[in-house]
């Protein structure tokens, strides 16, 4: 689940990171083909994520570097009047109002309303007379300004990462008032004032406030890749999130298409026939994620390379495999498996023998795997003994829920034919059957549950709020569909620490 571990994120960040443009990215023949995940954001998404926005504004004007101002002009009778605005800091920063406008093909359209801002510092000034009279004078002075902002993000793609371009920004001013030493200097000092240095003045907080954006829309941007590259990331094994085709920008939705691509080891994975297409996904919820039945594929094969399909089973767990009913055909099966061994005297393994088969179909995920079960006793006094060898082929057909920060997996059915059978007599493989449908599938199911969620939740998956997630399973591929909302401060977070 894709991205889902990302993070409270800011419009600037998010929509920067979900797309490259075609600028600089070359792509094949065919617009989907490389395609393995689909990401899209809906209008309702990008409105919520909005609201953020104002948090990075705010940072923005808080961590621009202002340069001293400084002038000269010559003033009838005063002769030249030379003037410097130095330690210039913002102080009482306030938002009204933020919109976001999707334009297809174009870029995205961030307003920001009514910005109320002071700024403060100290104002250095002096006269050269006409009869070389030299005075100057230092004073305290306040800037109150209201000011509207508009962004219009413009995104690159270099050397596969995503570059945000904010610099088309525009800071219009319906209000800049200097306050000198709370107004008692005399009001043709301030008038005089307020005359030479508003327009310099304008052009530096433009400058500073447009470059700081800048900055830190690229930031966010690198800030939710390394986010996404992580969550889709378990120690040698992760996806390749490089883009995969050119993205779209439609008035409803963001889209971006990612390739997908395993990684582990010297394993090298190829993808070029992808189903994608974008009439696949609705609009009807905020979050939209299309996987391909390859990744999932790749991803067993990798598990098997690394060797982590394996499963030991002991004590109460071993069990209640083996007495899941009261006959006297089980009683004889046990005494002939463990030879009146306890069981917190002995070990079960079971593992693939093979990399698993994973098709996606209507009905759930079907995994065909080829497995083999290793039972061993440790009698008190002797030595261990293997007393059970066996090989199986499982077909079991599973669907995949998300609920209460949890995933549930449910087998629906399962075929399985046991092969190679060692160390006990055949009068025991009807017993084995039935054990390993009834209850040692849903045993190996329960314990991959929980390792799931235990590796999502170390993304920080948790921290979301996601509403009525829905797993959809279709022939070649799965779609992920949810509404979400953010955790606290996440973003804020990551800024401070940062800056």
Known sequence: MLWVGTMRLGTLGILAALLRSLAACEFGPFPYGATGIACRMTKPAALLMNQ?????????????????????????????????????QVNNLSIEQSEVELKENDAIDITIKNVMAVFKGTLNYGYAGAWFLQLFHSVDFEIESSIDLQLNIKLTCQEDQVAADASDCYLAFHKLTLHLQGDKEPGWLKQLFTDFIAFTLKLVLKSEVCKEINILAQMLANFIQDIAANFVQDEDIRLDISLASVPLIKANYLESHHKGLVQYKNYSDVFSDSLFSPSLLSESRML?????????????????????????IAGEKLQALFEIEDTEAQRRAVEMIFQGTSYNDSVAKVWSLAQPQISLQPEGTVVKALVAAEISIFPPGKEPLMVLYMEKEITVTIQAAYAEKKLHLHPLDSRLVLGALEGNDESIRNFLQKMISVTGIPEVISRIEPTLISLLNSKGLHLFEIRSPEIITRKGYLIVQLDFSFPDHLLLDFLEKTL
């Open 288 to 312: 939209y994620f299309w996987l391909s039945e390859h990744i999932l594929n790749s991803l067993a094969s990798a598990a098997f390379l690394d060797e982590r399909l394996m499963l030991t």
């Open 52 to 88: 953020e926005t104002a948090q990075i504004i705010q940072v923005a004007f808080r961590n621009a570097k202002f340069p001293n101002i400084t002038g000269e002009r010559a003033v009838r009778f005063l002769g030249k009047v030379a003037y410097g605005l130095t330690n210039i």
